[in-house]
């Protein structure tokens, strides 16, 4: 399964799970059957793994989600696609998750102006992202612009390349979550 923890590698033919598509160790191939409890505990563990976070923060983000109205494992994604970390890699603005928490950490972007250091920041429609006016963090998302000119950008955003400005133009769907996850497991789970 991948979980594109590695940024472009994932998309060639070097990516691990392309070489080796069984689990490690010397006797992978004679594992017993997973439980409900492990399928459970191992779709929130990718999940937790996809978007880079913490036991602590995955749990704020799914109370976040519960108190919402609709569907729990359906908000929990929206949520998770709202954070800034991912609407920065989702615009193509840096080459990993890590890359974009460690330049939104050191404060090198700005949502409608203003500078923000968090990478949990949900944004919201209407949000303009943009990088600081100073040329070393121009050069480092120029850069990423360019290696991540073929990737697609989802539906609710709308990116302006030449002038390295992303617009959300409205709240992700859960039809924009491209990962290939059963968050109903996840609710099941954390609901016990």
Same mark, same amino acid.
């Given at each position: 399964?991948? !979980?594109? !923890?590695?940024?472009? *590698?994932?998309?060639?033919? /070097? ?23 492990? !399928?459970?505990? *191992? ?23 519960? *108190? ?10 929206? !949520? ?55 040329? /070393? ?11 991540? *000119? ?43």
């Amino acid at each position: 399964m991948k !979980l594109f !923890l590695k940024g472009q *590698r994932c998309f060639t033919n /070097k990516c691990a799970v392309e070489k080796r598509d069984y689990p490690p160790g010397e006797h992978s191939a004679r594992r017993s059957k997973v439980s409900e409890y492990g !399928l459970q505990l *191992r779709e929130k563990q990718k999940l937790k793994r996809i978007y880079g976070l913490y036991e602590r923060n995955f749990r704020l983000v799914f109370s976040r989600a519960e *108190r919402q109205p609709g569907n729990t494992g359906e908000a929990m994604l929206v !949520l998770l696609e709202r954070r800034l970390d991912n609407v920065i890699l989702a615009a193509g603005f840096a080459l990993s998750r890590n890359q974009a928490r460690q330049l939104i950490g050191h404060g090198h972007f700005q949502v409608n102006g203003k500078r923000v250091t968090v990478p949990s920041f949900m944004v919201r429609a209407g949000d303009a992202i943009s990088p600081q006016d100073r040329e /070393k963090t121009k050069k480092v998302v120029r850069d990423a612009v360019e290696v991540n *000119r073929s990737q697609t950008v989802p539906q609710w955003l709308e990116v302006d390349r030449d002038s390295i400005v992303a617009k959300v133009n409205s709240v992700p769907r859960r039809e924009d979550v491209l990962h290939p996850i059963k968050e109903q497991l996840i609710v099941e789970l954390l609901s016990k």
